[in-house]
């Protein structure tokens, strides 16, 4: 039985799982039931030995993954010693005289993620365990932080020196092979140029990342976010009662090692982190060119990955040398927090596990094959944007995966794009944006996503709550994005000069629906105004 026959049926896993992770708020078991309906349509009975065995082949069969897992484990043992050893707490006391304000907090967290371009992971991880202490000093709720940080990981990493950026260039050659096409022979850009005249199409990245800046400034928030945010500041309570916040450091690894918190157990590690990341990535990237290699043929051949993994390691390492050499930890310690920085990532890697899996589960019924074969059946060269746009964002939705997605549609998506331009490139790079803006919109709003996994973890909140929350600003901005592609597709107007249309309009909506949904539930539009005289009263989450 080939993986078309399953048809409609195929979504039924992965949005069974996604339905009951936000109903039940529990994520694990959600996503283990779909993975277990997914073996029972597959295989026609009950199904459990199929599902064990999907999640052994997702973890042992790709050595990528493995290396996510190390990844993953690493930052969470580099997080607790730069924790433990007092290096978060000496930035948040050397940033607390300046960040006086909410409004501040959330702008240096905003910058913070534009500048940790190197990839989604660890700028969860270092941006969120930094500026979480502060965010709490001034009642920031945790949902607000999660959704600051989770909106300017993947949406910034897609275009900085990155995995995520070699990875696009590997799809888009992907693409090609599929659409038979030769840069070489025909008149097509080459993988890294096609990439960068995508970047302007690729709208629902720059407009996510612009959003966050507008809720920051504006200090105006609607749907569950407000919610949230009222809560925060009039009741002191950074979670709601009863949520389940992703395991943190505080409740991890228990006390500071040092009463006198200095800067470079925070700088040296993370500074080994950020050299070890990119001299590998160069490293790579130059051994896999040819001599003579222009810069962007070695970034565009590097092992982000891999570097990745080595720099992790290597914050692991110069901090355990700098705790032990400096005499605030002993040796018994500084490995005790090692082993408990892995602890603390378990429930993210039981959850990534899962999600890995349910995606094993959708390829094996053949979802998104399915969901972009339906989607072929409405394309015009005026809405193929969209069409690309939405199967890729219901793709991604779906599995949990924008990586995934991308493998997905991208082979698809460029032979149509060709085939509709007819047989020229014109169409190829709204094509490639839209493919890489509806892959991390589904990386936004899905609970069974890695990066907002991951978000929630570093940022200590319920992870299901920061879905909910977060959900109401992806989809605003898919909306907008939406039509401005769709302005596009009429009228032809460079998306460079419709992208500040698209933030000018996203702040009018921020304005309206934070008044009308403020009036509805009767509290200020503006909650930061309503506590600001006493910002370092707010208590902690237990």
């Known amino acids: 039985m080939t993986v078309e026959t399953y048809g409609a049926i195929s979504l039924f896993p992965p949005l069974f799982a996604i339905v009951l992770a936000m109903v039940t708020r529990k994520p694990v078991l959600s996503l283990f039931l779909g993975i277990w309906s997914g073996a029972v349509i597959f295989t026609a009975n009950v199904g459990v030995v199929q599902s064990l065995d999907w999640v052994v082949s997702s973890i042992g069969e790709s050595t990528f993954n493995a290396k ?9 043992a580099g997080v607790a010693l730069i924790w433990r050893l007092g290096g978060a707490s000496a930035i948040a006391n050397a940033a607390t005289s300046r960040l006086d304000s909410q409004r501040k907090v959330g702008l240096a967290t905003w910058v913070f993620g534009m500048l940790w371009f190197f990839g989604d992971y660890s700028n969860t991880a270092i941006v969120g365990t930094t500026m979480r202490e502060m965010a709490d000093e001034l009642r920031m709720s945790r949902e607000k932080l999660a959704y600051i940080i989770d909106s300017t990981a993947a949406p910034v990493a897609t275009f900085g020196i990155s995995s995520w950026v070699v990875y696009q260039l590997s799809m888009i050659r992907e693409g ?5 096409i030769s840069p070489e022979s025909e008149a097509v850009p080459g993988a890294f140029a096609l990439f960068i005249q995508s970047v302007p199409f690729n709208v629902y990245c720059i407009l996510a990342v612009a959003m966050v800046g507008i809720i920051v400034l504006s200090q105006r928030d609607f749907g569950e976010m407000l919610t949230a945010e009222t809560r925060s500041w009039t009741e002191g309570k950074l979670l709601r009662d009863n949520a389940v916040p992703m395991q943190s450091a505080e409740d991890s690894l228990g006390d500071l090692l040092t009463d006198s918190p200095q800067l470079r157990f925070f700088l040296v590690p993370v500074g080994a982190l950020i050299t070890v990341v990119i001299g590998g990535a160069f490293f790579t990237g130059l051994s896999a060119s040819d001599p ?5 043929d070695v970034v565009g051949n590097a092992q982000f990955v891999d570097a990745l993994l080595w720099g992790t390691f290597a914050m692991v390492s110069v901090a355990i040398a700098l705790g032990v050499g400096s005499g605030v930890a002993s040796l018994d310690e500084a490995m005790e927090t ?3 920085g892995f602890g603390m990532m378990l429930t993210a890697l039981s959850i990534l596990v899962m999600a890995w899996t349910i995606g094993t589960v959708t390829t094996a019924l053949g979802t998104g094959v399915y969901v972009t074969n339906v989607a072929e059946a409405f ?3 005026t809405l193929l944007p969209l069409v690309v746009l939405f199967a890729a964002a219901v793709v991604a939705f779906s599995t949990g995966t924008s990586w995934g997605t991308m493998a997905i549609v991208t082979p698809i998506a460029i032979p149509l794009a060709y085939s509709v331009g007819g047989g020229t490139a014109a169409l190829l790079p709204v094509a490639v944006g839209t493919i890489f803006s509806g892959a991390i919109f589904g990386d936004h709003c899905s609970p069974i996503s890695d990066t907002t996994i991951l978000a929630s973890t570093f940022t200590g909140s319920d992870h299901i709550d920061h879905v909910r929350t977060q959900m109401y600003y992806a989809v605003t901005v898919l909306g907008v994005s939406a039509l401005l592609l769709l ?4 009228t032809g107007i460079t998306p460079v000069i419709l992208l500040p249309v698209g933030a000018t309009l996203l702040y009018g909506i921020v304005y309206v629906l934070s008044e009308l949904d403020a009036g509805r539930k009767d509290v200020l539009a503006k909650p930061v ?5 006493t910002p370092a009263s707010a208590p902690s989450d237990d």
Do not use: H, R
């Not at 996510?68 to 969470?76: D, E, N, Q, T």
């Not at 090609?176 to 038979?180: F, K, T």
């Not at 105004?529 to 005289?533: G, I, L, P, T, W």
């Open 292 to 296: 003579g290699a222009s810069t962007l």
């Open 338 to 340: 090692v082993i408990d």
């Open 379 to 381: 394309v015009t060269p």
């Open 529 to 533: 105004e309503s506590a600001q005289q």
């Open 68 to 76: 996510i897992m190390l990844i993953v484990l690493f930052l969470g």
């Open 176 to 180: 090609y092979s599929a659409a038979g």
């Open 487 to 490: 302005t596009w597709g009429v």
